[in-house]
């Protein structure tokens, strides 16, 4: 009589010494894998971030460069024999690999070198950022162009001083960022981004990148990976006629970009619709490597600055723009908003790891 209530107790113990141990286990598993995945998300969310930024370069010049007057530009060096005075000279724009047409574009103000400069000018083309920055630190590039957002690094690494940007006929020098979308698209505003896929340009393009990104994160709390997707089109035009064809759901371009292509004829202004649009940066600049003797620097600046655009490739390619010359620049204060949303956006990153945003 006694023996049924014992074993049933002895069952239930036993059956909760293994239960219960097991459900802790289990339990502890879930919380460990929770954990888990919530860091690789964090993970994974900070890498894609750092990818779109790309690598913004140091704030600061390097120790290599001195800055006594306090421009932010590279000094020319105080020894004249540390200065280099090419027999030809090598001009490059931005670096994208294709070559011939940019060279139509540049040859008249190429040849206007030649003139003044009193020796050959040789036009050279570059696949990326880095080999073009290796050219101008190792001498081998001596004038050349960066897009906004790559002038930073340009200046702060290679040594390159920005000297004249593309204006208008009162010369101005300024554009924004759009983002578009196609005609009668869903997306009305920026929070309706969410769940969607946006195109970018590439790393480090000011507008086809960097603001938008940094805009997303700060002004509507939308972090890429986490709460839309993205891609890179590798090309302002690339962007702006996948909105136009509707093959791109979302696309953050520069305005002057957007405008040419509409003047050309290269998509109708019906076809896309503008749900953002920033405040102004500067536009795309040409300069020369700091080190250059001073005869060829002020003969560089007053080719520029004195060049006529009407009928040359530069009126053909730019002029659809807006833009009809070229005006000078001050890299500290033109670049100052340029330089604080790279600023702002490290910051914004380095917020990811506590999920704070």
């Known amino acids: 009589m006694n023996d049924a209530p014992n074993s049933s107790s002895f069952s ?20 460990y894998s929770g954990n888990l995945q919530t860091s690789a998300q964090t993970q994974l969310e900070r890498t894609m971030a750092s990818r779109l930024l790309g690598d913004q370069g140091p ?10 007057d306090g421009d932010l530009v590279a000094d ?9 005075d090419p027999k030809e000279i090598n001009f490059s724009y931005i670096a994208s690999g294709s070559g011939d047409e940019d060279e139509n574009t540049w040859k008249e103000l ?24 290796r050219a ?6 001596h004038i050349t162009g960066f897009s906004t957002g790559e002038v930073q690094s340009a200046v702060n690494e290679a040594g390159f ?11 101005n020098f300024q554009y924004t960022m759009k983002i578009i979308v196609p005609a009668g698209s869903d997306i009305k505003e920026p929070q309706d981004l969410r ?12 507008s086809g990148c960097t603001v938008p990104l940094v805009t997303l994160m700060k002004e509507f709390h939308l972090q890429p990976e986490r709460d839309y997707n993205w891609g890179f089109s590798y090309g302002h035009d690339n962007s702006i006629k996948g909105v136009a064809e509707k093959k791109f759901p979302a696309a953050a371009v520069a305005s002057d970009y957007l405008q040419r292509m509409i003047n050309d004829g290269a998509v109708s202004a019906d076809a896309v619709h503008a749900i953002y649009e920033s405040k102004p940066y500067p536009s795309g600049v040409v300069g020369y490597v700091y080190n250059l003797t001073p005869q060829l620097r002020d003969g560089i600046r007053e080719v520029l600055l004195g060049f006529d655009w009407k009928g040359s490739g530069l009126e053909k390619t730019f002029g659809k723009s807006g833009y009809v ?9 033109d670049w100052e908003p340029v330089r604080e949303i790279s600023k702002t956006g490290n910051q914004l990153f380095a917020k990811i790891d506590n999920k704070s945003i």
């Not at 001083?161 to 010369?171: L, N, Y």
């Not at 769940?195 to 000011?206: A, E, K």
């Open 325 to 333: 010359k070229f005006a000078p620049v001050d890299y500290k204060k």
């Open 59 to 68: 704030e600061k010049l390097d120790k290599k460069f001195t800055d006594a």
């Open 195 to 206: 769940g969607m896929r946006l195109i970018f340009v590439r790393p480090q393009s000011n």
């Open 136 to 141: 101008l630190e190792k001498g081998d590039l």
């Open 161 to 171: 001083v920005p000297m004249a940007c593309f204006a208008d006929k009162d010369g």
């Open 110 to 133: 190429m040849a206007a070198l030649e003139k003044k400069l009193d020796r050959k000018v040789n036009f050279v083309s570059y696949a990326d950022r880095d080999e073009q920055m």
């Open 12 to 31: 239930i113990a036993r059956v909760l010494l293994v239960v219960v141990p097991i459900g802790l286990i289990f339990w502890a598993a879930k919380m």
């Open 76 to 84: 020319p060096p105080k020894d004249a024999a540390q200065c280099i």
